[in-house]
């Protein structure tokens, strides 16, 4: 391991954790950072994405060292605190922060082609939703994100840390003809469905046999907005999700949590059950 211990926050080896809450000055360099022991450790454990260095506290290290031992090359900076949120430009409450090489970006019609189950984002700003967002796409077996151009970063710092590190995991790409695209997969026979809050529309889990045995691709709009009307009309189908006591929306995170338990959880649950029970129960995995 190459670890160096560095008190001078003018270092030229701190150089790429400088200002790094300007999310777009982040981006333009190339990189993204990694914040939190365990975010750091998922980075580094999974192997998916290059890193490219790690700066920690004395007691962060020890949380991370078996991790960074497998990674011989990489250089791991030990600073005091307050070096670490001076350079960084913020307190850096858990002492651990890394920086990663932003992948090559994937074109859209590639990952869209493979997918069984797709979430697709329209105008999602807030990043802990977005991070979110993506920690359910891990949880429910989502084969990959699309996002329009408005929709934020889901390698920002913030959302990787409100993802648990699922953000580094899932592919997603940004989809230029917008919202154009959403037509592109119907002619490819995939189900499209807009998630709104409209009582006009069905309830998710009434028409899901409407597109039973099809590749699905779930569509989330502006946390305070919906989607756009031109998102909607490309849709083929709108669902809503059943709501009591007056309430007509929820957090879109949390909505697109319930939509996906729907549309994949229940195949997911008996996937469990069967390695519960062992080799006499077989279920097979099905389309959605």
Not at 28 to 34: D, E, L, S, T, Y
Not at 101 to 121: K, S
Not at 169 to 182: E, G, H, Q, S
Not at 216 to 227: F, I, Y
């Amino acid at each position: 391991m190459i670890i160096a211990v560095v008190s001078d926050p003018r270092d030229p080896r701190l150089a790429d954790y400088r200002n790094i809450p300007d999310p777009e000055l982040v981006e333009r360099r190339g990189i993204f950072v990694a914040e939190g022991r365990l975010v750091v450790q998922r980075l580094l454990s999974d192997g998916l994405l290059a890193t490219r260095s790690v700066m920690v506290t004395d007691t962060a290290l020890e949380t991370i060292r078996p991790f960074i031992a497998v990674h011989p090359d990489v250089p791991i900076y030990v600073v005091p605190q307050p070096v670490m949120d001076g350079v960084a430009g913020f307190n850096v409450h858990r002492g651990c922060l890394a920086i990663g090489e932003r992948p090559v970006a994937r074109a859209w019609r590639t990952l869209a082609r493979d997918a069984r189950v797709l979430l697709i984002l329209e105008r999602i700003g807030d990043p802990d939703n977005v991070g979110s967002i993506f920690r359910n796409a891990a949880a429910f077996g989502v084969d990959a994100v699309l996002l329009d151009p408005a929709s934020t970063d889901p390698l920002y710092r913030k959302a990787i840390r409100t993802s648990m590190g699922a953000a580094l995991k899932i592919p997603f790409a940004r989809v230029d003809n917008w919202p154009n695209a959403l037509n592109d997969l119907a002619r490819e026979d995939m189900a499209v469905v807009a998630l709104t809050p409209s009582p006009a529309v069905p309830c998710l889990h009434t028409i899901a046999k409407q597109f039973s045995g099809r590749r699905v691709a779930l569509v989330l709009g502006h946390e305070g907005d919906g989607l756009s009307p031109e998102a909607l009309e490309a849709c083929e189908l709108r669902a809503r999700i059943a709501m009591s006591g007056g309430s007509d929306s929820i957090n879109v995170a949390t909505a697109a949590a319930i939509a996906l338990y729907e549309l994949a959880g229940r195949h997911l649950s008996a996937e469990a059950s069967a390695k519960a029970e062992g080799p006499p129960y077989n279920a097979e995995r099905r389309n959605v």
